[in-house]
T-cell receptor, first 113, second 111 residues
């Protein structure tokens, strides 16, 4: 069964540093998403991406965040200057149709110290 | 603001019992609903979905019920097994918007 792959599985970074979280969506999917989950809380929507553009973003997705599809297979989330409150699990997802049929990756646990 | 949520944060059942996990949603424009299972250290895993033109849908050991009148969604798991222990989330969207998750219910199954 096709999978969404995320790397690394765990990232520890110092406050103020930049981090890039990487995702390889399912190859025939056109829509890509990032979600985050602070420990013990619900999964929160960050951003959706289609055709090399952001199609929707939440209030959480401020100027510190950016997304990119640098090549035909990767989809990245960059946090420019990490804060302690950015510590969370970050999930990438992809789908063939916008808003339906998501497949999630296993997540990257980001710890900001 | 509008959101999707679950009634109970935890549910404990005995192996073999039927489990019912509930979710209340407030966005009357939502037309698609999904239940996800999340095991420790993993991403959300699709269980079953339902569109707003239906009120019931069955899968293998799982049934989703949708009551649009009271904006209520439930997940029924038949003959619950220890492997069903996980956090369960409902999620919703309307056409053209990204999926929004509610708070989870932790299901614990004891044998």
């Amino acid at each position: 069964e096709p999978e969404v792959t995320q790397t690394p599985s765990h990232q520890v970074t110092q406050m103020g540093q930049e981090v890039i979280l990487r995702c390889v969506p399912i190859s025939n999917h056109l829509y890509f998403y990032w979600y985050r989950q602070i420990l013990g809380q619900k999964v929160e929507f960050l951003v959706s991406f289609y055709n090399n553009e952001i199609s929707e973003k939440s209030e959480i997705f401020d100027d510190q965040f950016s997304v990119e599809r640098p090549d035909g297979s990767n989809f990245t989330l960059k946090i420019r200057s990490t804060k302690l409150e950015d510590s969370a699990m970050y999930f990438c997802a992809s789908s063939e149709v916008f808003g339906y049929g998501y497949t999630f990756g296993s997540g990257t646990r980001l710890t900001v110290v | 603001g509008e959101s999707v949520g679950l009634h109970l944060p935890t549910l404990s059942v005995q192996e073999g019992d039927n489990s019912i996990i509930n979710c209340a949603y407030s966005n009357s424009a939502s037309d698609y609903f999904i239940w996800y299972k999340q095991e420790s250290g993993k991403g959300p895993q699709f269980i079953i979905d339902i569109r707003s033109n239906m009120d019931k849908r069955q899968g293998q050991r799982v049934t989703v019920l949708l009551n649009k009148t009271v904006k209520h969604l439930s997940l029924q798991i038949a003959a619950t097994q220890p492997g069903d222990s996980a956090v369960y989330f409902c999620a919703e969207n309307q056409a053209g918007t990204a999926l929004i998750f509610g708070k989870g219910t932790t299901l614990s199954v004891s044998s």
